[in-house]
Nanobody
Framework: QLQIVESGGAVVRSGESLTISCTAS???????VGWFRQAPGKEREAVGC????????EYADIAKGRFTVSRDKAKNMIYLEMKNLQPDDTAVYYC?????????????????WGQGTQVTVSS
């Protein structure tokens, strides 16, 4: 069973940047990976995702222009770089894996989820 662990969540100020990370108990080379977030009192929403190979990415509207998903195969890591963070970006950020070539911005398509990492943006 693939186990996913996110890290790097922090408290940052409005306008700052932060990169959070995701790794797994075995190779993520065979998985497309997505990032999702859930703010208090709100439903989980997609942020972005990266395909299994080649590095092609997709983003939800909330992330376009500010967030970047990347993969380091050598380190078995997936990153979510976030720029110009705003208080509305405060949420628990989750990494999820899908054993397919194409990634998805639909959460139920993913079979493996991490426990999440908290990102808090103060104004």
């Amino acid at each position: 069973q693939l186990q996913i662990v996110e890290s790097g969540g922090a408290v940052v100020r409005s306008g700052e940047s932060l990169t959070i990370s995701c790794t797994a108990s075995s190779s993520l080379d065979f998985y497309a990976v997505g990032w999702f977030r859930q703010a208090p009192g709100k439903e989980r929403e997609a942020v972005g995702c990266i395909r299994r190979a080649g590095g092609a990415t997709e983003y939800a509207d909330i992330a376009k222009g500010r967030f970047t998903v990347s993969r380091d195969k050598a380190k078995n890591m997936i990153y979510l770089e976030m720029k110009n963070l705003q208080p509305d970006d405060t949420a628990v950020y989750y990494c999820a894996a899908l054993k397919d070539y194409y990634c998805s911005l639909t959460g139920p398509n993913y079979s493996h989820w991490g426990q999440g990492t908290q990102v808090t943006v103060s104004s």
